[in-house]
């Protein structure tokens, strides 16, 4: 028995010498560590030549990384940003068509809202938060909600890896209710 108590000691010691860095050479210091010298910079005497070459420096960089960018239109911007590509919106119908109804019934879309959705979209859908899209006036398909459910978009979490097929087709079908009658 005492053998027993002697050899759990020692486990427990071990463990909290280990956890607590074991040695010195592991063990982190508070004191102030020397800069490695590679991080040194010699002082000169002549500042303003020291800064004008970094100013210039920079300036040539910056000529290296700018790269031509074609000038595109606000409207061209939204419009390609908002599609989803084909792959996604034809994953999206083959998610659609794999769930039964029934099974898409059973699940409790405006929970599964509240607990995913409603912190950017909002309970009534109309929040706009982080760039989430007003809810009510959206115009989407079923399949385009989806795919976007499924894969995400902007700063929009993928749920493919976080929900069922099931709640995701439900989600989409939830927020189509948020919509404002015309």
């Keep these: 028995m005492n053998k027993k ?18 040695d010195n ?3 982190k210091s508070s004191e102030p560590q020397p800069m490695p010298k590679s991080m040194i910079v010699e002082k000169s005497d002549n500042h303003e030549s ?8 920079a300036a040539e960089i910056e000529e290296e990384t700018i790269e031509e960018v074609p ?5 061209e911007v939204v419009e390609e940003s908002e599609a989803m590509t084909d792959e996604q919106l034809s ?13 898409v ?22 929040q706009m938060i982080n760039g989430a899209k007003d809810l009510t006036k959206s115009k989407i398909s ?15 979490t993928p749920y493919n890896n ?3 097929e099931a709640e995701i087709v439900a989600l989409a079908k939830y927020t189509e209710t948020l919509r404002k009658k015309k």
């Design 5 to 22: 108590i002697s050899l759990i000691t020692l486990f427990i010691m071990a463990l909290i010498w280990f956890s607590c860095g074991g």
């Design 71 to 75: 000038e595109e239109t606000p409207e």
């Design 50 to 57: 020291d800064a004008t070459k970094e100013n210039e420096t």
């Design 25 to 27: 050479q592991t063990k």
């Design 142 to 156: 079923l399949t385009e909600s989806v795919a976007q459910v499924y894969h995400g978009k902007g700063l929009m």
């Design 91 to 103: 994953k999206a119908d083959k998610i659609i068509a794999s769930v039964s109804d029934a099974v």
């Design 105 to 126: 019934d059973a699940v409790d879309s405006k929970k599964l809202f509240r607990m995913h959705c409603a912190i950017c979209h909002g309970f009534k859908g109309n």
């Design 162 to 164: 976080i929900l069922s």
